[in-house]
């Protein structure tokens, strides 16, 4: 593919620290934060307890003990096997999305501890071309339920994805029967898998591997759901609730476990990780 | 006019003329023949080059036949079985036993309607979760006896509405994934009309994934893709030749495994013709697939999942 500039495979660096930012303004209430203070304080802002959106990175430094991430993803980037251009050709996008976010593809991949036991971790990207599953995600996504079995640790996957990456096409759809064919390992091996699922989790991802948690977790303020609003206006023009596919919607028709507030997440997670700790 | 409507106004002249040819008893049989010739190289014509948009609404055929259709002509014995012992029955998927070629076989297909009615109660073949659940215990029922299963595609996508998502569609779907992949016994997957997308992969996962030559399979419609990337709803002809949705495309891309033959001008020209050849196929994978020890036939479905997709590997900086 020439259209691809020759690159290396880049790893994720949690130590790293890009964004020097000093303040950051709360979409919420609007008023201007002292970033240290929004990071200290869980990401939420100090005034109105808004959510600020997280990066991977962030999400996975919220989640984690620190200095404990190592990256295991495989040194792959995506194809375009179909050589496919909309309104610009897909891998200008994937570019586009690499300079943005400062990662290789919509999902980084390690091992780390959360309350000292050791896990395989996979973070989405939303900012990854809306963190969609195409081939790279979705191998990814194998490579680290196979080395949770090889580990003999549980397996955590934090979804934020708008569904399938269609300018994969079919190799996209696809995705969703390889990651559900692997998932069914960790139940072979007792392997648990929690599956965090935050804003938003939709479409070919809700519709697999996010779905197929032993524990579905998600985070308060997630959008949940398969067909998102549009969708189902376009195609049958329904009235929906005001509530449909929030975190409260989820849990109220069994679709999740539990909705937890961020500044517990982590928390949570130790508690359900230890109460497992004993098969893996 | 529509090409499709030249072929049929040569065909109703064809038929005009053979009947005056019979009550008149004039010799009309050379006019006949010259109007046949054209009517073929018309058809070859049409049919040999087709664009993408134009595979799509062949696929979308109205007078395409439909699962029910093809299990009239390709199995005796249909025995059909209703309801996910969950919650209710969905008319937009078909699931019963069938036998075929001597063999029992488990049959799961998604079913269009043809009236304004039909549709209103098959939701034009786009199934609820309850759908897909019974779709499941159908396959694990065949499991238990070592039927075959085979389901035929032909669905826009899953119901998308407030009750689909209430009932957890998405984990229908994923279920029906995992369990497919794991199935121990073989599984033979068509697309007869419209693979849309999650809908259509919630039965699709096979060893032998065949489509008819016009059906289309695809992540996306072309109208929701020329919406989404093109932001531009008529872009839906650039949208499906950029999606590469059609037989000989996914087969090209090795994610098929065979292509049906339809006759000229598509299915509903021939539905009989297209019944027969999508018998012979699935006779010939079935013939190929049984005797294969289930613990073999399950890992190379395994691997052949495991394996899918296309990247590209890299050096490490
Ligand atoms: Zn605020």
Redesign the pocket.
């Known amino acids: 593919m020439p259209i691809f500039k020759d690159k290396k495979y880049f790893r994720v660096d949690l130590e790293k620290k890009l964004d020097e930012s000093l303040w950051i303004r709360?979409k919420?209430?609007g008023?201007l934060v002292f970033k240290r203070r929004v990071r200290e304080n869980n990401n939420i802002?100090p005034?109105?307890g808004?959510y600020f959106f997280l990066t991977a990175k962030e999400r996975l430094e919220s989640l984690i003990d620190p200095g404990t991430f190592i990256d295991i993803s495989e040194p792959i980037m995506d194809d375009d096997p179909l050589t496919f251009t909309d309104t610009k050709p897909y891998p200008k996008r994937i570019e586009e999305a690499q300079e943005k976010t400062g990662l290789a593809s919509a999902i980084i991949l390690g091992s780390a501890t959360v309350t000292e036991i050791p896990i395989v971790i996979g973070v989405m990207e939303f900012q990854f071309i809306g963190g969609s599953m195409g081939s790279v995600m979705g191998e990814q996504i194998c490579r680290g339920m196979e080395e949770a079995i090889q580990r003999r640790v549980p397996f955590v996957l934090v979804s934020s994805s708008g569904g399938a990456r269609v300018q994969e096409g079919i190799f996209s759809l696809m995705q969703m029967a390889k990651v559900a064919a692997v998932r069914t390992r960790l139940g072979d091996e007792g392997i648990p898998f929690i599956s965090i699922m935050t804003y938003p989790t939709t479409g070919g991802v809700q519709a697999s591997i996010a779905s197929l948690g032993d524990v579905i977790i998600a985070e308060k303020g997630a959008t949940i759901g398969f067909a998102g609003r549009r969708v189902i206006k376009d195609t049958i023009a329904e009235e929906l609730p005001e509530d449909f596919q929030t975190d409260a919607f989820a849990l109220a028709h069994g679709v999740i476990d539990r909705v937890v507030p961020r500044e517990s997440l982590k928390e949570e997670l130790g508690k359900l990780l230890s109460l497992f700790a004993e098969v893996a | 006019m529509s090409d499709e409507q030249t072929l049929d106004l040569l065909e109703a002249k064809i038929k005009e003329l053979r009947e005056l040819n019979e009550t008149d008893g004039i010799d009309l049989s050379a006019a006949i023949a010259e109007l046949e010739e054209k009517l073929a190289v018309l058809r070859r014509e049409m049919y040999s080059n087709l664009s993408e948009w134009e595979r799509v609404k062949l696929a979308r055929h109205p007078e395409r036949p439909y699962t029910l259709d093809y299990i009239g002509m390709v199995f005796t014995d249909f025995y059909e079985l209703h309801g996910d012992r969950l919650s209710g029955d969905d008319p937009a998927m078909v699931t019963g036993l069938a036998r075929l070629d001597g063999r029992t076989v488990a049959v799961i297909g998604e079913q269009k309607g043809r009236s304004v009615e039909e549709n209103k109660q098959r939701n034009f073949g786009m199934p609820r979760p309850q759908g897909y659940r019974k779709a499941r215990r159908i396959m694990r029922l065949a499991e238990r006896f070592s039927f075959p299963v085979i389901t035929l595609i032909d669905t826009p996508g899953a119901y998308p509405g407030l009750a689909a998502e209430e009932n957890n569609v998405g984990e229908a779907i994923a279920v029906n994934l995992a369990t497919m992949a794991r199935l121990r016994t073989p599984i033979v997957a068509t697309v007869i009309g419209e693979g849309g997308s999650g809908g259509a992969i919630a039965i699709g996962v096979a060893d032998r994934i065949l489509m008819l030559e016009n059906a289309i399979y695809s992540v996306i419609s072309p109208e929701g893709a020329a919406a989404i990337l093109w932001k531009d709803k008529d872009k839906v002809k650039e949208a499906a030749a950029a999606l590469s949705l059609t037989a000989p495309r996914l087969h090209e891309l090795g994610v098929i495994d065979a292509i049906i033959p339809e006759p000229l001008g598509g299915a509903h020209r021939n539905p009989a013709q297209a019944a027969a050849a999508l018998k012979d196929a699935l006779i010939r994978n079935l013939n190929e697939l049984v005797p294969i020890p289930t613990d073999e036939l399950v890992v190379a479905r395994y691997n052949r999942y495991r394996g899918i997709g296309r990247y590209r590997t890299l050096t490490e900086r």
């Open positions: 709360c919420s209430c008023q802002c005034h109105c808004a």
